[in-house]
């Protein structure tokens, strides 16, 4: 058996295809704080919870209403992607203009809630999610067998980042956002909206959180504390990548997910860890990130 | 939620009854109550596994006792530990100082009874701890204030692994949390199996806790291994039984030993993602006529079938009780005392006895959970395989390492 | 982030110096109360939950210099905290010879210590990204102790002995360790409001206001800024430190970063960049918990929190003290 670096081939390649399908998740999860961040400079500390909103709300959907998988991955983004529209105009746009730090603290405060409440009506044990039938089962790649879902997983995330990607940097909609970021008086000038504008985003970004929710229903439990650990992996991407720069959290959420995967092989005790410290050494020789411009 | 509404009830009903000036106070029982705190996680990662739910099988057992002892009346106070030895310890502390609590229940995470007893001993209180996994607490950290009831790692470890082994399931891979309490049921199991001509071909140390198990999954089916054992507890071993069903774990020949997984797990992971899953238990509350009369009342006050802790809180709260009564006083020794005279015999424990370590020993059981087909409802999950006689099941006294015996 | 109204200068019209006179009269008069309802406090409540409000307020008061007069967001206080806690339990514990105060000072060295080298990496960066470096380091620090055979880890350090103050004093007892843990919030709390009003403060709170003015006339901000993060992680290393003392053992609780969200709730509930804001938020979160803790709303605990954040965020952004002395100057003055 060929091996590499102490390790089968085989194995080495699996880890690296399941880093990939982490990488992409993680990704879609970045993409969503790196849109608030740099178009809204919001520090969106309550997207866990949104990410977490998102399973639920597919898991209840299912429960009650019976709304399968594939009309869960669109109405749960726009309903959770709604509730946050509600969230900014009503309680974030009350603070915008203020230091950013507040908008971190009070998004804080709304996670702690969501995540609170949900534990007193569903417990924390988490509830299972059906894999849908068409993706179950799993693809023998010769090196390893990946379920159906996770390849699944892997291009849908892609998608859903290279569509949101396209949308901000090349369409007119991405354009007047983000020079209605820039400049707002200005466009307003215009007559370009621009608080709606804002709502919109803030609620685009937490429909991202929302679709990463759904398609991570059926791969873990659903239970209300899924979101608040992933979330300051998530956070430490978006400073890797550089905040607020879109392309930035696409590529450094794939990146870590295959040095985290390869963690899992070497040193699987600091899988947790590696990503901090990918942080430290980054921030240390580009204090804005990989891709981030200096403020 | 009527049971919401219930313990809120129950609470005011305490309240009352604890403001109220007792005339018909009862010469040994200290301030003319007996008082029984329960703490344990309410909110966090062990709230199914013992919780509220604890607390309603703590009130239970006080109303089937009649409320009163000799007279004196039988008040619970309760508190959230949030999983935190802080919390905990100055919970139990203030509940000696400020009120006299004569017994401390319920106790889950181990941290926290750890820390809660070290408190006991200090101001000479007593504790029962129902929902910890450490057998530390019985071996280096034992004290002559409190005693361990339902079960520890020991023979949940030492049951299952021994079982598969017997049943042909020689080379294991073990997925270890990588932390105190996962070393050391690594080491229980990689001893039992060595000693049952089985050998440890590999195994990896996972981050606690860990939500994606993938990777750790596609080693252990690199590893050539039979058995995937499962050195971890509650989320982790949630997550990673999801993962290896996913991953067809199971249909590719190999099986998975749960070394720690309750009745919560599997029926929050459900019988296609654990179904074949050898594991041990020490109740289930379906096993026999009287434990099903009990769950059965338990249901109604909570619409949640009892997990063995739960029903353990019951068994150790009315033998708790029983003991105060026959020795007329609340006084912590003297009960502890009483309490290890008198043989254990609900329908929680068979053949319980407590040791001079404070471990209670009772029969456990090796079970099988339920494939979907052999199950008949939401709640039917195991099939009971054999008895593991309670001289067996536990860490025998020879090997203890607790002060308090003589070896 | 929040405003401060003080102002020193030279020369000033004697009319003014009076009015300055007499408003430092009446603040030590009103410290001077607060002394003595420090000292009967222990007759009056309990004693362990009275230690407990101390040492959060010093760990709040610690991260409050940070955030008051510096204006740096740090996520990872809890890191401090947790080393204080650690080094000294782990001390007390293993050398039984050790006195109390010894190992205080050891865990408080060892804390600012680890400030020094989390000042050096972090404090370059700005905002946000200070924030999330800090909670970064205090990430690396939480692995640490979890791996770490000294802390014992999942488990905790326990059985720590609180001792005899100097091998004369016995503080084993409520009274006597609450009157110790006192004098060492006041202490911290000292230590705090001199370097407030020092012209070190005073140049901290210029660099908050406007860095780059700062720099133009000629202070080194990086050093002036680190020297403020050395300081404050060196308190809430002495407040982890004489907890574990008090409550005679140390938890992973205090290594994880929802303790460095505590403690920001706790400064942000009181009033940030006030003296007595972190102590007063200390002392309601600290008193919330408590209750609630006991109460048929205990599963609601995280709720509440949460809700009290939002609700400072949106409407008490200068905290209670801060808006009682909004109240107060406008009313008085």
Known sequence: MTMIFGVPMAVFMGQLTLGLVNGAFYALLSLGLAVIFGLLKIVNFAHGAQYMLGAFAALLGFRYLGINYWLALILVPLVVGGFGMLMERFLLRRIAHLDHLYGLLLTFGLALIFEGTLINFFGVSGARYATPEILQGGLNLGFMFLPTYRAWVLVAALAMCLFTWFMIERTRLGAYLRAGTENSQLMQAFGVNVPLLITLTYGFGVGLAAFAGVLAAPLYPVSPTMGSSLLIVVFAVVVIGGMGSILGAILTGLGMGIIEGLTKVYYPEASNTVIFLVMILVLMLRPAGLFGKEA | ?407 | MATSHTTEAVNLPSAVQERQRRAKFRRNMFYLALLAVGLVAPFVAYPVFLMKILCFALFACAFNLLLGYAGLLSFGHAAFLATGGYVTGYLLASYPGLTPELGILAGTAMATLLGALFGVLSIRRQGIYFAMVTLALAQLMFFVFVQSSFTGGEDGLHGVPRGSLFGVIDISSNLAMYYFVFAVFVFGFAVIQRTVHSPFGQVLKAIRENEPRAISLGYNVDAYKLLAFVLSAALAGLAGSTKTVVFQLASLTDAHWHMSGEVILMTLLGGVGTLLGPLMGAGLVVSLQHLLAQSPLGNWVSVILGIIFVVCVLSFRSGIIGELSKMYRKNFK
């Open chain 2, 1 to 407: 939620m009527t049971f919401m509404k219930k313990t809120l009830a129950a609470s005011i009903a305490v309240a009352a009854a604890s403001s109220m000036a007792i005339s018909t106070a009862h010469a040994e029982i200290s301030d003319g109550e007996v008082r029984i705190g329960y703490l344990a996680d309410m909110s966090g990662t062990y709230r199914d596994l013992a919780g509220p739910g604890g607390q309603t099988a703590m009130e239970m057992a006080v109303a089937d006792f009649g409320g009163s002892v000799n007279g004196s009346p039988i008040v619970i106070f309760s508190a959230d530990d949030r999983n935190s030895a802080d919390v905990g310890a100055n919970t139990v502390r203030e509940w000696i100082d400020q009120r006299n609590v004569d017994m401390v229940g319920g106790l889950v995470a181990s941290s926290v009874s750890i820390a809660v007893t070290k408190v006991l001993q200090e101001n000479n209180g007593l504790g029962i701890v129902s929902g910890s996994a450490a057998s530390s607490i019985t071996n280096e950290h034992c004290t002559p204030n409190h005693i361990h009831w339902v079960y520890d790692t020991y023979p949940l470890a030492n049951g299952t692994a021994k079982a598969v082994v017997e049943q042909g399931g020689d080379s294991w891979f073990l997925l270890t949390a990588d932390y105190a309490f996962g070393h050391a049921l690594e080491a229980d199991v990689t001893s039992v199996v060595e000693a049952n001509g089985g050998e440890i071909v590999g195994g990896v140390r996972h981050p606690f806790p860990t939500s994606d198990f993938s990777s750790y999954i596609l080693q252990a089916q690199g590893s050539g291994a039979k058995i995937v054992g499962l050195a971890n507890a509650g989320a982790d071993t949630v997550n990673a039984i999801t993962t290896a069903s996913q991953f067809g774990l199971t249909q590719s020949g190999q099986q998975l030993a749960g070394l720690l997984i309750f009745l919560n797990d599997v029926h929050a992971l459900g019988l296609e993602a654990t179904q074949g899953l050898l594991l041990t238990t020490g109740w289930y509350w379906d096993m026999d006529e009287e434990s099903r009369a009990w769950s059965e009342r338990y249901f109604e006050e909570t619409g949640r079938m009892p997990t063995m802790v739960q029903a353990g809180i019951y068994s150790s709260t009315m033998h708790y009780l029983k003991a105060v009564e026959a020795a007329g006083t609340d006084d912590p020794e003297t009960v502890r005392a009483k309490m290890a005279e008198e043989p254990i015999n609900d329908f929680f424990a068979r053949n319980g006895s407590i040791r001079e370590d404070g471990r209670m020993i009772h029969d456990m059981y090796l079970a099988q959970v339920k494939t979907p087909e052999e199950s008949t409802g939401e709640w039917d999950l195991y099939n009971i395989l054999s008895t593991i006689p309670a001289a067996e099941a536990y860490r025998p006294l020879s090997d203890s390492q607790c002060p308090l015996v003589q070896n």
